[in-house]
């Protein structure tokens, strides 16, 4: 057992891959408490899919790609705001029509950039992680950093901003600032997990998490640290699988994600489908049909 931990850790691939996993795993987790808690998952699969124009566009020109995706990311967020402020257009609709037009152009500049140079894209949409350099890491961790870190500072303003956006205003608080900061924070989460799972499949990373420690706990506090060790978790779990069976690595982080929330789905102490079916009537009538099923075909 001893042996098959160390195994891997003798390749420096795999131990710059461990480290940007745990790294993605942490904040993705924290920032994605703040996506669960206000019902934001759209937001956050619309900022992920809005960063490949940016990444096509700085290859380009040559700049920094990850750059290049931060600004698309904050360009989408800005975009989706003035649609829901000045018109009638509902918040959900302008996240649809908003990243499904950024991927459509991330898509099709990714398409001519290709044909013209030699360079594969690709693992952007589906993450590469086992490709990773030392910068690569430098630049996740420098990103981790200063997520964590103005989350810490911004606790208690995010926190009631979250759950009481009006309160907030009433009380002071720059509501506008604290959103565009928040969205800000999600769109450097998802550069930093770009190479991780890619924009694919950054959302399940974003929000599987905390929404299993949402089934466990009740604090958003206790939510974030219980979601950034379910992330480690799944993150180290799905590098050693993605390793020994030759398996892509951010599908199988995201599968095992999945697979921890489908347990506490079923095996919730307090929300339990299975072990407290009572704590709501849709869990209790679910556990009463499977129970006539089963009699019905004995």
Not at 135 to 149: R, Y
Request: proline share 3%; charged share 10%; hydrophobic share 60%.
């Amino acid at each position: 057992m001893l042996e098959a931990i160390i195994e891997p850790l003798q390749y420096g691939f795999m131990q710059r891959s461990l480290v940007i996993a745990v790294l993605v795993g942490v904040i993705c987790a924290i920032v994605g408490s703040y996506l669960m808690v206000q019902r934001l998952a759209l937001l956050g699969d619309a900022i992920s899919h809005s960063v490949l124009p940016g990444l096509a566009i700085a290859f380009i020109l040559g700049a920094d790609i990850f750059v290049g995706a931060f600004i698309a990311g904050v360009v989408s967020t800005l975009a989706i705001a003035l649609i829901r402020t000045r018109s009638p257009i509902k918040e959900d609709a302008a996240m649809g029509i908003v990243f499904s037009a950024f991927f459509a152009l991330g898509i099709t500049l990714i398409t001519i950039v290709q044909k013209t140079n030699k360079i594969d894209l690709n693992h952007f949409l589906f993450g590469n992680i086992l490709g990773v350099t030392s910068q690569d890491v430098w630049n996740t961790a420098i990103i981790s950093l200063f997520v964590i870190a103005v989350v810490f500072l911004l606790y208690k303003e995010l926190l009631f901003y979250t759950f009481d956006p009006v309160g907030a205003q009433a009380a002071g608080l720059p509501v506008n600032l604290l959103n565009f900061g928040l969205m800000v924070l999600i769109a450097l989460t998802i550069v930093a997990s770009l190479t991780a799972v890619g924009v694919i499949l950054v959302l399940a990373l974003l929000i599987t998490p905390g929404a299993t420690a949402y089934l466990l706990v009740k604090r958003l506090n206790q939510m974030m640290i219980l979601g950034a060790f379910i992330g480690i978790v799944a993150s180290i779990s799905g590098m050693y699988l993605s390793y020994f069976y030759n398996l892509p690595s951010g599908p199988a982080i995201v599968l095992v994600a999945s697979g921890i929330f489908v347990l506490a789905l079923l095996f919730s102490p307090s929300q339990g489908i299975l072990t407290y079916p009572q704590s709501n009537s849709q869990g209790w009538a679910f556990w009463k049909e499977i129970k006539n099923l089963l009699r019905s075909r004995s």
